[in-house]
């Protein structure tokens, strides 16, 4: 692999790296002017462990990321400052080892549509994680410093081809893995692909944060902040779509092209009709999806570059999502 995991994955099972990170968090609780009331709830995954800890001022998230998705607690600080009420803003962050301390904000959108589905609330998201986008657009450089993967066109083709031959990642033949016959259409359509990578830099939509995982619950239902940034990328921004728009379209059973997908669709590309065609912002998108296949592989192979056995689970999500370059798109 090309990316660059110097640090090894942390054991959380670790009796040290656990008293560490709770005398850290207790050490930020207590300057927010809080006191931790009762044991930590944890939940853990191959690429993150969270923790609800309690305090007699509400509830606190501490997350720990691993060694593919460690940049996320630097990027949260980053976006925080840069587009400030567009994310949950952190108490803390070590963005040496990967942690974030977050107050409680509250229900995600998908538990409030639990109670009352209203699709109009995802005009409003995607219109305000829009504008989070162009406001990282001249911040690139520092989001790429602080480990942010670089996913922008021009360097996909070659992350595509370093992928195919990473056969760990990509088994074929095997179950979970691809098809020799997959596997080889993949191959062959490298050309394509660069062409439709080439074809979207060129429509100039400038890159920045590209979350790669914007569904409803990632999103905090009061005020639309969005969180858990572990598969962001700095890309061109319209890849968004890809999930938001087949999240959308299977919470509210909607088949593809349905003309709600489309409103949707044209309310988040709005933001940019200040400077580019809006028939060229709905040509891009229709390729940004497409090339965000890739960066889904791609988000799929960092967060499970861990030993945790529990990766096995998930292994067959880099494969999947490169077989669905020959699906078709949401719109």
């Known amino acids: 692999?090309?990316?660059?995991?110097?640090?090894?994955?942390?054991?959380?099972?670790?009796?040290?790296?656990?008293?560490?990170?709770?005398?850290?968090?207790a050490e930020h609780v207590d300057r927010a002017g809080r006191r931790i009331t009762g044991p930590v709830q944890a939940r853990q995954r191959?690429?993150?462990?969270?923790?609800?800890?309690?305090?007699?001022?509400?509830?606190?998230?501490?997350?720990?990321n691993n060694a593919g998705t460690r940049f996320e607690a630097g990027l949260l600080d980053a976006l925080a400052r840069i587009a400030p009420g567009r994310v949950p803003e952190?108490?803390?962050?070590?963005?040496?080892?990967?942690?974030?301390?977050?107050?409680?904000?509250?229900?995600?959108?998908?538990?409030?549509?639990?109670?009352?589905?209203?699709?109009?609330?995802?005009?409003?998201?995607?219109?305000?994680?829009?504008?989070?986008?162009?406001?990282?657009?001249?911040?690139?450089?520092?989001?790429?410093?602080?480990?942010?993967?670089?996913?922008?066109?021009?360097?996909?083709?070659?992350?595509?081809?370093?992928?195919?031959?990473?056969?760990?990642?990509?088994p074929v033949g095997t179950p979970g893995g691809l098809t020799p016959q997959t596997y080889g259409r993949l191959r062959a359509s490298l050309l394509e692909f660069a062409a439709r990578c080439h074809k979207l830099d060129s429509y100039g939509v400038p890159p920045g944060v590209q979350h790669d995982d914007l569904h409803d619950g990632n999103v905090l239902a009061a005020d639309h902040r969005v969180f858990d940034w572990g598969d962001a990328?700095?890309?061109?921004?319209?890849?968004?779509?890809?999930?938001?728009?087949?999240?959308?379209?299977?919470?509210?059973?909607?088949?593809?092209?349905d003309p709600a997908l489309v409103r949707l669709r044209d309310a988040y590309l709005e933001v940019w009709t200040d400077r580019h065609d809006r028939a060229e912002l709905r040509s891009a998108a229709g390729?940004?999806?497409?090339?965000?296949k890739v960066s889904r592989a791609l988000a799929w192979r960092r967060a499970l570059h861990t030993t945790d056995p529990a990766r096995a689970e998930y292994a067959g999500a880099v494969p999947g999502w490169l077989a669905e370059l020959f699906e078709p798109d949401p719109l």
């Open 1 to 25: 692999m090309t990316d660059d995991f110097a640090v090894p994955p942390a054991d959380w099972s670790d009796q040290r790296w656990r008293e560490a990170a709770h005398g850290w968090v």
């Open 46 to 64: 191959p690429w993150s462990l969270v923790w609800r800890v309690p305090t007699d001022g509400g509830a606190y998230w501490f997350k720990a």
């Open 287 to 292: 390729l940004a999806t497409g090339v965000a």
């Open 233 to 257: 990328s700095v890309a061109h921004p319209f890849g968004t779509l890809l999930v938001t728009l087949r999240s959308v379209a299977d919470s509210f059973a909607l088949p593809a092209g």
């Open 90 to 170: 952190p108490v803390a962050v070590d963005v040496g080892r990967g942690w974030a301390l977050l107050p409680d904000g509250g229900e995600t959108l998908r538990e409030a549509f639990d109670r009352e589905r209203d699709l109009a609330v995802w005009e409003r998201v995607l219109s305000g994680y829009a504008a989070l986008q162009r406001a990282t657009a001249p911040a690139v450089g520092e989001l790429l410093a602080l480990g942010v993967p670089d996913h922008r066109p021009l360097a996909m083709t070659g992350h595509f081809t370093e992928l195919l031959d990473d056969r760990e990642a990509v």
